[in-house]
């Protein structure tokens, strides 16, 4: 069964440092998305991308935060300057057209020093 | 805005013991509605969802959720527990492509 990949699983870095976080979604779908969970808390949404543009973003996706679908295959999150609190669980999800589940990858898990 | 609610923190069940787990949520029309279950460090695995027709729904792992439309409810149930169902479990509603809004989880310690 095709599956969401995600790349780093760990990542750490030092607070400032820019970090980009790498998802390749299943290969028909149209929809991504990325979550995140702080240690200990629920998953809360961050952003929704579809044709190429954001659909929805939360508050937490300030200005540190970018997406881009660079080559049609991979999906990006960039976190220019890294905070201590920016440490988390990170999860791509992705969802076909008329489809109604997200399938969520096993996420990437950034420590920011 | 859609939200989920679960009023349980933290539950305890003995193994064997019967297992209901409380959601709801607030959406104006009919939602999608998921639980997911996670083990410490691990990733989100889908247990179950439901989008329409029959209110009762089977999941993986022995488990069942019922949608009950006039509470705004959708409980997570399991027959008799065992050890290995030790986890958070969450609540999640979606729309048609849209975001998916999480519940605060429910931590489940199962007693031997």
């Known amino acids: 069964e095709p599956e969401v990949t995600q790349t780093p699983s760990h990542q750490v870095t030092q607070m400032g440092q820019e970090v980009i976080l790498r998802c390749v979604p299943i290969?028909?779908?149209?929809?991504f998305y990325w979550y995140r969970q702080i240690l200990g808390q629920k998953v809360e949404f961050l952003v929704s991308?579809?044709?190429?543009?954001?659909?929805?973003k939360s508050e937490i996706f300030d200005d540190q935060f970018s997406v881009e679908r660079p080559d049609g295959s991979n999906f990006t999150l960039k976190i220019r300057s890294t905070k201590l609190e920016d440490s988390a669980m990170y999860f791509c999800?992705?969802?076909?057209?008329?489809?109604?589940?997200?399938?969520f990858g096993p996420g990437t898990r950034l420590l920011v020093l | 805005a859609q939200s989920v609610t679960q009023p349980d923190i933290h539950i305890t069940v003995s193994e064997g013991a019967s297992l209901e787990l409380r959601c709801n949520y607030s959406?104006?029309?009919?939602?999608?509605l998921f639980w997911y279950v996670q083990s410490p460090g691990q990733g989100l695995q889908l247990l179950l969802k439901y989008f329409s027709g029959d209110t009762l729904v089977q999941g993986i792992k022995g488990f069942e959720a019922e949608f009950k439309r006039s509470q705004s409810s959708f409980n997570l149930r399991k027959p008799s527990v065992h050890w290995s169902d030790a986890a958070e479990y969450f609540c999640a509603v979606s729309t048609n492509a849209g975001k998916s809004t999480f519940g605060d989880g429910t931590t489940l310690t199962v007693k031997p």
């Open positions: 999800a992705s969802l076909p057209r008329g489809g109604e589940t997200q399938y």
């Open positions: 959406y104006g029309a009919t939602p999608y």
């Open positions: 290969s028909n779908h149209l929809y």
């Open positions: 991308f579809y044709n190429n543009e954001i659909s929805e």
